[in-house]
């Protein structure tokens, strides 16, 4: 175990997590299959604003001062409405604004009057019938939140694609909204499996954990730019080496980010639902919870793995790993390295020539001004 900690702190290049792309690849298509068979055959437990309906509010304390369990909400509702069942029953808030929240299909004004009497004669909330209230819930309004949602999912795509082509290359933006694309299929087929109900603070909570995952994926990216700058001139390794190598470097980085952002989103399931009760934040904190899991996962499995096979399919890059193949084949041995054209000899060796040179220029300390200034300062004693 203290290896593993070792290993994954130096960042030396110990993990091959590009080399086993194939095995990542297979897993996420197991995964991503699943959860979009869900959502085509399961489809999503949607919420009242999406699906309209009829919302009913009263005090969680009853006229004697007792707690008012939803157990004994869910059964007055069943009495007094024979044959309808509550979409939902929740208690929301803690102390004098504790309040319970029941959900149900659109009532008429008819059964609403209906329920409210049935649940002031047998739950008997503090403030009697006055202090039970309705609204209703129009469909119209989720729809609502749902286009604007998926219009800012679209203008995101846009930008982080301008952005990633412009700052490092097409091929890193696609790997990047590749990593993306399956954070979202991922975390919306959760969804769907588990049944947890969607409501617009689900929406909006998915929004955020866009930004998450890309700023991971951006990081790592920025390692693998820094280590591929000049490869094509080197045999030194070959980009998928170079892009696991920085993999590596940030590996711990991920892990350590990862672990300190999801800590605040257990607190606020734990805290807000837990001991608060509120019902929204627990949307909220449930798709971020599953989110940046999933996005720390798909910025170190996907996005990278992704990136090396499309660059893979470069002529140039084919033929810097066969360079690169070339020269260890000659430094393993004769045995080794037969069949090897004796006219890459010499670019074998211009290339062995520009590494050392590169490698002694590294090596020589730079001489700051500080430096400089104390060779040249008198010493003050005098000479004899």
Known sequence: MGNVFTRLYVGNGAFDIVGKRTRWYITSGIILLVCIGSMVFNGFNLGIDFRGGTKISMPSVSASGQTISTGTVEDAFAKAL???????????????????????????????????????????????????????????????????ALWALFWFFVLVT????????????????????HDVIITAGVYSLVGFEVTPATVIGLLTILGFSLYDTVVVFDKVKENTRGLLGLTRRTYAEAANLALNQTLMRSINTSLIALLPVIGLLIVGVGILGVGTLQDLALVQLVGMFVGALSSIFIATPVLVDLKMRDPKYIAQAKRVATRRAKAAGPQVAEGIESQDDEALAQDLRKEEALAAAAAVPHRTAKATDARRRPTGKRQR
């Open 162 to 181: 301008l952005f990633l082509v412009f700052y490092f290359e097409w091929q890193m933006a696609v790997g990047a909204l590749v990593a993306v694309f």
């Open 82 to 148: 024979p044959g309808k069942r509550p979409t939902s029953v929740q208690a929301v808030g803690s102390g004098d604004s504790a309040t319970i929240q029941i959900k149900s299909a659109t009532l008429s004004i008819n059964e609403v009057a209906q329920l409210k009497t049935g649940l002031a004669q047998d739950v008997s909330p503090r403030g009697g019938q006055g202090a039970i209230s309705d609204s209703a819930v129009s469909a119209s309004w989720g729809g609502e939140i749902s286009v604007k």
